[in-house]
């Protein structure tokens, strides 16, 4: 499968699969360093590549932090 098939998937986006697979946590073939990333349907069904995507999608739940704390940058230039 293609690094976009596979991510599709795991229900992932295609960057977040191929940072996964060059950090190791999926096994992926590259065999061509410019070329694409090819992933294995078997591979992808085993228990550590849907860890890796539950992964993912719970951090998508959790924000960083609530964005309505945020202060204005140019709050003193605003006209009073």
Do not use: D
Not at 51 to 78: D, I, M, W
């Amino acid at each position: 499968m293609t690094l976009t098939q596979a991510a599709a998937l795991l229900g992932i986006s295609p960057k977040t699969l191929r940072l996964a697979a060059e950090r190791g946590e999926i096994e992926a073939a590259h065999p061509l360093a410019e070329g694409p990333w090819l992933f294995k349907r078997a591979i992808l069904e085993r228990q550590e590549a849907k860890c890796v995507a539950e992964r993912v999608r719970r951090r998508r739940s959790h924000p960083t932090g609530p964005k309505y704390r945020q202060s204005n940058l140019f709050e003193s230039s605003l006209p009073r």
